[in-house]
Antibody, heavy 119, light 107 residues
Framework: EVQVVETGGGLIQPGGSLRLSCAVSGFSVTKNYMFWVRQAPGKGLEWVSV???????FYADSVKGRFTISRDKSRDILFLQMNTLRAEDTALYFC?????????????WGQGTQVTVSS | DIQMTQSPSSLSASVGDRVTVTCRASQSVITYLNWYQHKPGTAPKLLIS???NLERGVPSRFSGSGSETEFTLTISSLQPEDFATYYC?????????FGGGTRVEIK
């Protein structure tokens, strides 16, 4: 069974750091690409970052220079290192995997992990 | 960056109504367009990938159409469990942008 499970969220003070983890099962973390999405309270879905199978990584402007996406191929885990956190980073963070084939990229999502940045 | 513009941002409809949501991309995303249903506090549910490919288990009242830059999600007969927010999402080129969402409310 293919599955994606995020962990690592919590309450953190402004300026602090947090690392989110996303463990996958039933497929490889290097398959196609994996990405992070967040939803702040009362807001829509916001794409955060993507890591492709070939190692290319991209970030939303709102997190560029503060967040870093990475993976552990041996353990099939995706990470999101979040530094210099701000109140506006408060959100439910989702990890997802794209399972691309034939011009279509269906996605598999985790249930999300809550990050709250507050003093 | 590819901008995804959804309309309307919200709508009110009754059970049994036909509902259409439109998504426009600022440049071609080829066929890399997904539609999600989202309810607060839960994971987005993939309804359609590749413009019109219905995901396994998704009711056939949902359908997708369009090409290149103009896309449509249609719910042929709205059911009580369909009241949610719907998002289009381009997976063609990073940043992998979402539309702003369409909130479907009960009339």
């Amino acid at each position: 069974e293919v599955q994606v499970v995020e962990t690592g969220g919590g309450l953190i003070q402004p300026g602090g750091s947090l690392r989110l983890s996303c463990a996958v099962s039933g497929f490889s973390v290097t398959k196609n690409y994996m990405f992070w999405v967040r939803q702040a309270p009362g807001k829509g879905l916001e794409w955060v970052s993507v890591l492709y199978g070939d190692g290319r990584e991209f970030y939303a402007d709102s997190v560029k220079g503060r967040f870093t996406i990475s993976r552990d191929k041996s353990r099939d885990i995706l990470f999101l290192q979040m530094n210099t956190l701000r109140a506006e980073d408060t959100a439910l963070y989702f990890c997802a995997s794209a399972q691309c084939s034939g011009g279509s990229c269906p996605t598999i999502w985790g249930q999300g992990t809550q990050v709250t940045v507050s003093s | 960056d590819i901008q995804m513009t959804q309309s309307p941002s919200s709508l009110s409809a009754s059970v049994g109504d036909r509902v259409t949501v439109t998504c426009r991309a600022s440049q071609s995303v080829i066929t890399y367009l997904n539609w999600y249903q989202h309810k607060p506090g839960t994971a987005p549910k993939l309804l359609i990938s590749g413009i019109y490919n219905l995901e396994r288990g998704v009711p056939s009242r949902f359908s997708g159409s369009g090409s290149e830059t103009e896309f449509t999600l249609t719910i042929s007969s709205l059911q009580p469990e369909d009241f949610a927010t719907y998002y289009c999402h381009q997976t063609y080129s990073p940043p992998l942008t979402f539309g702003g969402g369409t909130r479907v409310e009960i009339k």
